[in-house]
Every structure is written in structure tokens, then in C-alpha cells.
């Protein structure tokens, strides 16, 4: 089951490998008190206000970032736990340190873990009848449940080839954005999302995919139709038409994090509940088409 559950993950994966993010290109900012000081000022804070959060002296930091003053490891995870910056760059700030990286980044598909793909496989499958999907940090689809592929007829195929990219299979003119009723409020959301994300990560993967997304024009026929219901960062409307008629959804996103491991913190599960009973029953129709799992 967990293959024909994770039917879209290889692809995703490997391209992600192929294709890695730094928030800071490896080579430009090579010595960590450049490093320190383009994360301070990417979070618009002084010298004065890092030093007072980190419990240093401002001159101490100021030894750091100018390279006169080598930063303790402890001192590196506490200028980076101030500054909340992301596990992946947390590694590179350490190495740039002379230290060793402290948190793990391996393979979605590696032994060790197991049961966190169980766990996102069981999240996955029990929420059927409703689909939901989780996404890496590029929003590459890694898996979903057997409603979502349902709902992707009429996309032009060379959009779901591996690795699929959920936002560009969202949003694009040959994808299932003619098919969105709300697509004008659907793409303002998720263009706020993305750059929420940009400004956490500085990732510049994610800024050409935004540059990407926001160069997509709109179908002749795109509504400014506002749902009701949005709760910024929590839930978002989506109306979808479908051969079965108008499907009425709330999202929600969960991030499926860790503290200690890159792969978990990146990952992400979007999950989409029926709005109306048309749609849970329709749904509930298309699950007892499919065979058993």
C-alpha cells in the first residue's frame, strides 16, 4: 500500500537532489560572520538588538561578524535559534564555522525513517474520502491519497510528470487553474504563502517559482470571486469544477516537523475537507468506484 500510496515520490525526490537550495549560495558568503550578518539583516534586526537577545556584547558580535572573533559552537546555535533560522542553513552556519553539521538531512526514503513515512502514509490514507496531499519544501508533490489523482483530470500531462510541482499544477493555464471558480483569490493565497516561506528561508528556488507562478496569465473567463470562510494562515476556501459538478473545499496545511531532522521539518501535509454535503457525498461516491486498497 505505502508504494501505491506514495505513487509520485521517486521522481520528486531525486529531482530535489538534483536541483539543491541554499538560502545563501555556498561560495558568496563563504565566512560565517557573513553569513550571521546577511540572516540579521534579512531579519531586520541591529547588532545592538542580536546581542541583547543572544546575551553577548554588541562589540563580541560585532568581532563575529567581521571575522576578528571565532564563535563558539554554542554561540553559533544560539546567534541561530535568535535569528530562527531554519534547520538546512542552521548546518551551513555551522560549517562555515568549522563545526560539524548538527541536524540530520537524509532521503524521505531512508530505513531510519520508516515511521515517519508510515505516519504520513496513515495521516494520508485516513483522511479519504477527502484528498490531501504532502509536499517537500519546494512544493514537489512526495504523496498523496487515491482522491487526489481524481481530481486532476483535464490537466495537460506533461504537468504531472515527476517531479509535480503542486502550486505550478494549481496555477498554470494547462493545469487546473480554468477549473478553480475562486482562481483569483485561490492564486493570491497562495502567492502570499510563498513569499511568508521566501522571507523565513531566503530560498531562491522558491523566488523563481513565485517569479513563475505570477507570470501565468489569468483564463479569459477567471471569476474575482471571493469565498467566504478564509482565516489567513489557518484555512482557505477552494470551489473546483469537476465532471461531477462544483466540489466546495477548505484546505488546511500541517507541517509534519522536527526539531532535529531537515527532511521532517520541510515536509507538509495539505489536507482538503468538503464545504457542503454535495461534496462529501459526491466524494463518498468517487471512493466506492475505486478498488480496494
Known amino acids: 500500500m505505502e508504494i501505491g500510496l506514495l505513487w509520485l515520490y521517486d521522481g520528486a525526490m531525486n529531482a530535489s ?76 552556519l555551522l560549517v562555515a564555522a568549522g563545526y560539524a553539521p548538527m541536524y540530520r538531512e537524509r532521503p524521505l526514503d531512508d530505513p531510519a525513517l520508516f515511521a515517519a513515512r508510515q505516519a504520513v502514509t496513515l495521516l494520508l490514507q485516513s483522511h479519504e474520502p477527502y484528498p490531501a496531499l504532502a509536499v517537500d519544501r519546494h512544493w514537489n508533490l512526495v504523496a498523496s491519497n487515491r482522491m487526489v489523482p481524481l481530481l486532476l483530470a ?25 477549473a478553480i471558480v475562486n482562481l483569483v483569490q485561490w492564486r493570491g493565497h497562495l502567492f502570499e504563502r510563498l513569499r511568508q516561506q521566501i522571507a523565513a528561508t531566503v530560498d531562491p528556488q522558491l523566488q523563481d517559482l513565485l517569479d513563475e507562478l505570477q507570470a501565468y496569465p489569468l483564463p479569459p473567463a477567471a471569476s474575482p470571486t471571493q469565498l467566504e470562510g478564509e482565516h489567513v494562515g489557518v484555512v482557505m476556501p477552494l470551489q473546483l469544477r469537476t465532471a461531477q459538478g462544483v466540489f466546495s473545499f477548505i484546505s488546511t496545511t500541517t507541517i509534519f516537523g522536527s526539531p532535529v531532522d531537515v527532511t521532517l521539518q520541510e515536509l507538509a501535509v495539505e489536507a482538503f475537507f468538503p464545504a457542503d454535503d454535495f461534496t462529501r457525498q459526491a466524494l463518498q461516491h468517487l471512493q466506492a468506484t475505486l478498488p480496494p486498497s
Open 17 to 92: 537532489a538534483q536541483h539543491p537550495s541554499h538560502s545563501v549560495p555556498r561560495g558568496t558568503l563563504s565566512a560565517f560572520g557573513q553569513h550571521l550578518r546577511h540572516w540579521r539583516q534579512h531579519r531586520r534586526l541591529s547588532q545592538l538588538e542580536l546581542a541583547q537577545e543572544a546575551r553577548i556584547s554588541t562589540r563580541h558580535l560585532s568581532y563575529v561578524e567581521t571575522g576578528r572573533s571565532v564563535p563558539s559552537r554554542e554561540m553559533v546555535l544560539r546567534l541561530v535559534a535568535r535569528l530562527d533560522i531554519p534547520l538546512r542553513e542552521r548546518n551551513t
Open 154 to 178: 483535464g490537466a495537460d500531462t506533461t504537468l504531472l510528470q515527476a517531479p509535480v510541482n503542486v502550486l505550478r499544477l494549481s496555477l498554470h493555464p494547462q493545469g487546473l487553474a480554468s
